[in-house]
T-cell receptor, first 118, second 114 residues
Framework: AQKITQTQPGMFVQEKEAVTLDCTYD???????LFWYKQPSSGEMIFLIYQGSYDEQNATEGRYSLNFQKARKSANLVISASQLGDSAMYFCAMRDLQSGGGADGLTFGKGTHLIIQP | KAGVTQTPRYLIKTRGQQVTLSCSPI?????VSWYQQTPGQGLQFLFEYFSETQRNKGNFPGRFSGRQFSNSRSEMNVSTLELGDSALYLCASSQQGSGYNEQFFGPGTRLTVL
C-alpha cells in the first residue's frame, strides 16, 4: 500500500520569499511517479510538477521545483519567489507506474494550506 | 483545447436518493478517473475507466458505480445516498492512464446530501 505524509497543515509565507512544502512517501513499488497539485478555493486541481522514481534529475517547472531524495523517500515542493496567487491547498500524490494491472489511482496526502502574505 | 468538464457543478439531494454525475475528458484522452474529496478523509480514489472498461477500483461500497462510453465520456452513479456522501467529486483524464501521463482534473461536482 502507498502512503503520502504532508506534515504541514498550514503555512504562512511572506510574498517573494521561497517556500518549501514537505512530502514524504512510503511504497514497496520500484517504479512510481510523484506529483504535486495545487487546489485553489474554486476546487479545481491544477497539476504543477511530476517526478518519476527513476529520474535522476530533480524536476523543474518554472517557479516550481521538486527536491527528490529517493533514499529518504521525500519529494518536497519548492516554490521560488512566492506570489499572492500561490495561496491555495497543495497536495502531494503518488502513483504506481508498473504495468500489468492497469493504472492505479493517485494516492494523495492530506495537503498543506499555504497562505502568502503581502 | 477544452479542459475536463463536469456536470452539474452543484447538486443537492436527500438521503436515499440516487445521483448521476457526468465527466467529459479532454479530447483524445481515453482514461477517466474519479475521486471523492471530503474534509475528513481527504482525496480518495474511486475508480478508473479506460476504453470503456473499469481497470481499477478504490475501497468504496457497491453503491458507487460508473461507466464509460465509446466517446470516453464517463458517468458516476451513487445509489441510496447517505449523509457521508456529501463531497466534492473530481474527475480526471489522461491520455493512456499510465502514471507517465499526468492527470488533468475537472472543476468537480459538489454534492450535498440532506
Amino acid at each position: 500500500a502507498q502512503k503520502i505524509t504532508q506534515t504541514q497543515p498550514g503555512m504562512f509565507v511572506q510574498e517573494k520569499e521561497a517556500v518549501t512544502l514537505d512530502c514524504t512517501y512510503d511504497t514497496s513499488d520500484q517504479s512510481y511517479g510523484l506529483f504535486w497539485y495545487k487546489q485553489p478555493s474554486s476546487g479545481e486541481m491544477i497539476f504543477l510538477i511530476y517526478q518519476g522514481s527513476y529520474d535522476e534529475q530533480n524536476a523543474t517547472e518554472g517557479r516550481y521545483s521538486l527536491n527528490f531524495q529517493k533514499a529518504r523517500k521525500s519529494a518536497n515542493l519548492v516554490i521560488s519567489a512566492s506570489q499572492l496567487g500561490d495561496s491555495a491547498m497543495y497536495f502531494c500524490a503518488m502513483r504506481d507506474l508498473q504495468s500489468g494491472g492497469g493504472a492505479d489511482g493517485l494516492t494523495f496526502g492530506k495537503g498543506t494550506h499555504l497562505i502568502i502574505q503581502p | 483545447k477544452a479542459g475536463v468538464t463536469q456536470t452539474p457543478r452543484y447538486l443537492i439531494k436527500t438521503r436515499g436518493q440516487q445521483v448521476t454525475l457526468s465527466c467529459s475528458p479532454i479530447s483524445g484522452h481515453r482514461s477517466v478517473s474519479w475521486y471523492q474529496q471530503t474534509p475528513g478523509q481527504g482525496l480518495q480514489f474511486l475508480f478508473e475507466y479506460f476504453s470503456e472498461t473499469q481497470r481499477n477500483k478504490g475501497n468504496f461500497p457497491g453503491r458507487f458505480s460508473g461507466r464509460q462510453f465509446s466517446n470516453s465520456r464517463s458517468e458516476m452513479n451513487v445509489s441510496t445516498l447517505e449523509l457521508g456522501d456529501s463531497a466534492l467529486y473530481l474527475c480526471a483524464s489522461s491520455q493512456q492512464g499510465s502514471g507517465y501521463n499526468e492527470q488533468f482534473f475537472g472543476p468537480g461536482t459538489r454534492l450535498t446530501v440532506l
